[in-house]
C-alpha cells in the first residue's frame, strides 16, 4: 500500500502556527521581564524618595530645610532635595512640601522634580507671637460657636438658680413649692412650730 506524505501547503501551515506561538510566548516572556524591571524601578524609586523624607525629617532648623542638601544612595547615586514650609491654622502644625531630584544612574543626569507634602508637628518652627495669635483665633471662634465665654461658663444650660439642685424638706423651690411634695418647715431654734408659724404648746398636766 503506498504512503501519503504531507503536502507543501500543511507543512506551510504548520509552520506559520510554530511561528505564531513562537512570537506569542516570547511577547509574554517580555513582558514579564520587562514588569519586573519596572516594578524594581519602582521599588528603587520609593526607596530613594523615602531617603530624601527621612533626612527632611532629621533636619530640625528652620532654614535648614528650605535650604535643603545632598544625600548618597546606592549604586554611587545622589538625590538633592530641599522643602518649603507653610503655617496651618493649627498652632505648632505645618504643611511642608518636599522636592528632590534623583539620580537614576552613576554619575547621570537627575530626573524629574518629585513632589509630595506632608503635616509636620514642629514647635520649635513656630514664633512664640504666631503660636499665641493662632491659638487666640481658635478661641474667640470656639466662643462664637458656642455663644458663651470659657471663663463665664455655659449660661445656657443654666435657667434658674435652683435648677440642677436638690430640695430638702422645708426648703422651698422656685414655685413656692416645697421639696419632697411639700413638707412641713423644719423646726427653728430646736422649737417645734405650728402650720401658721406659732411656738406649740404643750398641753398642761392635770
Known amino acids: 500500500m503506498r504512503r501519503r506524505g504531507f503536502t507543501l501547503i500543511e507543512v506551510l501551515v504548520s509552520l506559520a502556527i510554530f511561528a505564531l506561538a513562537a512570537v506569542s510566548l516570547g511577547a509574554a516572556y517580555s513582558n514579564v521581564i520587562l514588569g519586573r524591571i519596572s516594578l524594581q524601578q519602582d521599588e528603587q524609586r520609593l526607596d530613594d524618595i523615602a531617603r530624601c523624607r527621612a533626612a527632611l525629617m532629621e533636619t530640625p532648623g528652620f532654614d535648614d ?21 507653610e503655617a496651618t491654622a493649627v498652632s505648632d502644625l505645618f504643611a511642608v512640601q518636599l522636592t528632590c531630584e534623583i539620580q ?6 537627575y530626573g524629574d522634580e518629585i513632589n509630595e507634602t506632608r503635616m509636620l508637628l514642629r514647635p520649635t518652627w ?12 481658635a478661641r474667640q471662634r470656639l466662643e462664637k ?23 430638702v424638706p422645708g426648703q422651698t423651690g422656685a414655685n413656692g413649692k416645697g421639696g419632697k411634695g411639700g413638707a ?12 401658721g408659724g406659732q411656738p406649740a404648746t404643750r398641753p398642761a398636766k392635770r
Open 65 to 85: 530645610v528650605e535650604t535643603g542638601g545632598e544625600i548618597h544612595l546606592p549604586g554611587d547615586r545622589t538625590a538633592k532635595w530641599k522643602g518649603k514650609i
Open 104 to 109: 537614576a544612574v552613576k554619575d547621570g543626569d
Open 126 to 137: 513656630s514664633i512664640p507671637s504666631d503660636r499665641q495669635k493662632i491659638r487666640d483665633d
Open 145 to 167: 460657636e458656642r455663644g458663651y465665654k470659657e471663663a463665664d461658663g455655659n449660661s445656657a444650660f443654666i435657667s434658674s438658680p435652683t435648677r440642677g439642685k436638690k430640695l
Open 184 to 195: 412641713t418647715p423644719t423646726p427653728q431654734n430646736g422649737k417645734n412650730t405650728q402650720p
